[in-house]
């Protein structure tokens, strides 16, 4: 017996907790299904499973474990994830403003904390209220382990940091996490680092460590902002300039008001200007979304290797709509790399060689539950050629709604493009056509990636995001479970995710009468 949120649920055989609780009709966040995503986390209060895989240690153990790969050795009670599961206990030491609404806040942590100047952290309040913040301090250079925030008038975390919190208090965190910090290989490299608003705070910090450990080649290190008083790391960015010859500082501004030794302008366009082959550097983005995505674009189109973008951008505390429409409204077609696809055999063979990859890969192949090879290869075809030739004749889904309920991390997302990138090169495709193909995938990165499923979005509105629906069908059907058939006007359960229907005594629903 498992007992979870109230409710009792049996589990078959060798049945997984998640296939258990669905099936029952229970609510358990899920998409990958195969241990990848993290999405179906729940905490173990009693009770003992074994897992039908090893999974990565970061989104399971102490206490927790994946529904997904999971399954019961005894009786069970679950409950949900501990918001703040590994948390660092941190107390607030001071607070220093910056600049008109940036302040600097120091934390101690009260265990030794292994980071990297750039990464992020999870801060989390008692109320289990979290947000991400980059780290703006160098280990061993600075004394206090320092994040920079931008009080937002109505910001619930924000407005705690700026000015609720006292010093004395504790609170959590989670981290670090990402790789947007500088590594001894790196050196020689010249580097190119952009960053928007605070996220220069994070990037200065990467850029301190680079030097301290002897950083000779270029750096480039590009500020941009909407009003010069935003600037406020100009007055140490221009000292460390002055005494670093391989330091090039670049404060950018879009506002009227352009300060003497700035550019005036959105600064990603003006770093490519500047930039047009990255072939050889190190990218730092950290900041707005769409500057990073901007960015990833641009660097892609210029050479620069993916494995040497590292980014950080900011996360919105309220949902975003996708954009995907806007984007696809201002494509261009590419008839150069239309015709070397041959007009469309060139695409097939390419699509047919990627996807015999993916259903193949483990980390993969489960976002295609239910999907056949062939009808992935043929909504893919219909997607690109309508792109690639002009003729826009594809009527499916957009990049959003077709992954709205898949939780894909930036990290799968690398993987997934590194397979594709390596298809296009064995095929013979031309530099310049394969840089064009992977920056209109980037494009569309923010429609892709995200950390839980979402709902549809239609007129503008994201739909509910449903889940299962008991409802008696008015034909006759066959249980997905037990493969006994469901008599029309029965009560049945269907998994809209997953596509499978279950009778009632398979989903635990009580009979009419």
Request: charged share 25%.
């Amino acid at each position: 017996m498992i007992a979870y949120q109230g409710g009792s649920y049996d589990a078959r055989p060798d049945e997984t907790l998640l296939d258990a609780l669905l099936r029952q009709g229970a609510v358990v966040g899920h998409s990958c299904r195969k241990g990848s995503c993290g999405c179906c986390q729940l905490r173990l209060v009693a009770g003992e499973v074994k897992s039908v895989r090893d999974v990565d240690p970061s989104i399971a153990g102490e206490g927790h474990i994946l529904c997904c790969v999971s399954v019961p050795a005894s009786d069970l009670e679950l409950a949900g994830p501990e918001p703040g599961h590994r948390p660092v206990a941190v107390e607030l030491v001071q607070r220093v403003e910056l600049a008109d609404g940036v302040m600097a806040i120091d934390l101690a942590p009260l265990h030794a904390l292994d980071f990297r100047a750039g990464q992020h952290v999870n801060l989390i309040r008692e109320d289990g209220l979290a947000r991400p913040y980059s780290i703006a301090s160098v280990p061993g250079e600075d004394y206090y382990f320092r994040i920079h925030v931008r009080r937002i008038p109505g910001g619930a975390m924000s407005e705690w940091l700026c000015g609720q919190v006292q010093a004395g208090d504790r609170f959590h965190l989670r981290g670090p996490f990402g790789d947007c910090c500088y590594r001894e290989e790196m050196r020689g490299r010249p580097l190119l680092m952009m960053a928007t608003g605070t996220g220069a705070g994070a990037l200065a910090a990467v850029l301190r460590d680079a030097l301290a450990q002897g950083h000779d080649a270029p750096i480039s290190f590009y500020h941009g902002v909407q009003r010069a008083d935003d600037l406020y790391l100009d007055t140490e960015l221009r000292a460390l300039a002055g005494r670093h010859p391989n330091l090039r500082y670049v404060p950018c501004v879009t506002g009227d008001k352009v300060p003497e030794g700035a550019r005036s302008g959105r600064i990603v366009a003006i770093a490519m200007a500047e930039f047009p082959s990255l072939c050889a550097h190190e990218i730092f983005l950290c900041g707005l979304p769409r500057m990073v995505e901007e960015a990833r674009i641009g660097a892609t189109l210029a050479g620069a290797a993916r494995t040497r973008v590292h980014a950080d951008p900011f996360d919105f505390a309220r949902r975003t709509l996708p954009r995907d429409a806007e984007k696809l409204a201002g494509l261009q077609p590419d008839p150069e790399l239309w015709s070397a696809l041959e007009h469309g055999p060139g695409l097939t063979r390419i699509l047919v060689d990627f996807y015999q990859r993916v259903f193949a890969d483990g980390q993969l192949a489960p976002f295609f539950h239910n999907v056949t090879r062939e009808r992935a290869i043929q909504k893919q075809y219909e997607f690109l050629a309508s792109l690639f030739s002009g003729e826009r004749s594809y009527f499916g889904l957009n990049p959003f709604n077709a992954h709205h309920w898949m939780v894909i991390s930036d990290d799968l997302f690398d993987y997934r493009e590194a397979m594709f990138e390596q298809v296009l090169r064995e095929h013979g495709l031309a530099e310049e056509l394969v840089r064009r193909w992977l920056a209109l995938h980037e494009l569309f990165r923010a429609e892709i990636v995200k950390s839980v499923p979402r709902g549809i979005v239609s007129a503008g509105v994201e739909q509910a995001l449903h889940s299962h629906a008991e409802e008696c069908l008015s034909i006759d059907a066959v249980c997905d479970g037990c493969a006994r058939e469901i008599p029309a006007g029965t009560p049945s359960r269907y998994q809209y995710r997953i596509g499978s229907l279950h009778c009632s005594a398979c989903a635990g629903i009580a009979s009419p009468g």
